[in-house]
């Protein structure tokens, strides 16, 4: 009789977790889909006892895939050193498709703990391994490895392979540095006419000055109002570009500054000014997109994230509670910015369906940038109804 390989339904799965003899293959495979949704889902601890479950099966790619999954697991409960020995774990065994994801996610434990040599050796493994499109980010994590271990000449190496993996300065220190200037300047006396000309003036914005949408973002009320927004761009810009890479972290800026210029324009007659709606956007991006692709996130945006939504509110109930702030702008910039984040998936690290792509037949990258391109029109389709209905004159 021809064995049944269709996937256990669920009072199985419940009872092979209560089990403790062998597991047949579908029930193992079924299990590490288990495992993936329970982390999709933010249920860490089930989701450990998931793949511990399966961890010993006799096939060593389905072992080397729970070990993988029951680190990543105990990385998001802060565990870190029992992660790394789930990952290193992986590396005893015969090579299989998790063996390079395991070598990257031990070199980043040990960066973590500062043990940069064992970094350094780590991140080697992982980059005879890498894939070609993830060779030049490797290269210039070992290019500041070598930098940081004082071994200079490896680092201009690395840097040399790495090259074209992106700008020397993050946009985002490029976009803040320009605000600056171009702010500092607006508020003199000699910059009062450049001030006006580049504010969100709604009366010009209706007969067609479109370039306001953007130019808003460059000047600013007063100085405290410019380092409020610089700081908050300073802490967040940085985060989104690495997670999503500069040409994306540039897109989300241009777009939620124009969609939170857009209901301004629609809600609000005043002339306003600042950066406040795109940085809200940027807020939205980070919070929809780490709930929804789950990017594996460094310890520094672990710190930042989770207190986003407080962020969030606190603005809000002080631009309702306070007179002079364009809270119009700043809810379009953080609606368009969870619009983004959902729709948009990182692009820089690796997220939880980069790990179980192949085994729960998951949209591939081409699906995953139509549905990118999708929200990222289907905003920009937003934006220009909002003008038309606003009145601009096109």
């Known amino acids: 009789m021809a064995e049944d390989l269709s996937p256990p339904s669920s009072p199985d799965l419940v009872a092979a977790l209560a089990s403790t003899g062998p597991l047949d293959r579908p029930t193992a495979l079924a ?3 288990r495992g993936a949704e329970l982390l999709g889902l ?7 006892q998931a793949y511990q479950r399966v961890s010993g099966f006799d096939d060593p790619a389905i072992t080397a895939a729970a070990w993988l999954g029951l680190g990543e697991a105990l990385y998001r409960l802060d565990r870190d050193a029992e992660a790394l020995s789930a990952w290193e774990a992986v590396l005893r065994l015969p090579e299989t498709p998790s063996t ?6 031990v070199a980043a434990a040990h960066v973590r ?3 940069l040599p064992d970094a350094v050796r780590a991140y080697r493994e992982a980059d005879r391994r890498a894939p070609a499109q993830d060779k030049a980010e490797i290269a210039s994590r070992l290019g500041w490895l070598a930098k940081e271990t004082g071994n200079p000449a490896a680092a201009r190496r690395y840097f040399a392979r790495s090259r074209g993996d992106g700008p020397a300065v993050p946009l985002a220190y490029l976009i803040l540095g320009l605000t600056i200037i171009v702010s500092f300047y607006a508020l003199s006396q000699d910059g009062l006419a450049l001030g006006d000309a580049l504010a969100l003036d709604k009366a010009r914005l209706a007969s ?4 306001r949408l953007l130019s808003v973002t460059l000047v600013h009320a007063n100085l405290l109002h410019l380092a409020v ?3 908050a761009l300073y802490l967040l810009g940085p985060l989104v570009e690495r997670i999503w890479g500069s040409a994306a972290f540039g ?5 939620t500054a124009a969609a939170a210029s857009t209901v301004s324009f629609i809600f609000s007659p005043e002339t306003s000014v600042g950066a406040s709606g795109a940085i809200m956007g940027l807020i939205g991006v980070a919070l929809a997109g780490t709930r929804i692709h789950n990017p594996v996130l460094d310890r520094q945006a672990r710190a930042i994230v989770p207190q986003l939504g407080s962020i969030v509110v606190i603005n809000l109930v002080f631009g309702f509670a306070v007179g002079g702030i364009d809270n119009a702008a700043h809810i379009g910039g953080l609606v368009a910015g969870l619009w983004l984040g959902t729709f948009v998936p990182p692009g820089r690290v690796r997220t939880l369906r ?5 085994k729960t037949g998951g949209p591939s990258g081409t699906a995953s940038m139509l549905v990118a391109a999708v929200g990222i029109l289907g905003l920009i389709a937003a934006i220009a109804i909002g003008l038309v209905v606003g009145g601009i004159a096109i």
């Open 229 to 231: 927004n610089m700081y």
């Open 100 to 105: 390079y994801t395991a070598w990257r996610n």
């Open 42 to 48: 933010g249920e860490y601890l089930p989701a450990a």
């Open 31 to 33: 299990l590490l889909d």
């Open 208 to 211: 067609g000055e479109l370039y």
């Open 354 to 358: 980069d790990f179980w792509q192949s």
């Open 251 to 255: 897109l989300f800026y241009v777009l």
């Open 113 to 115: 703990a500062g043990d």
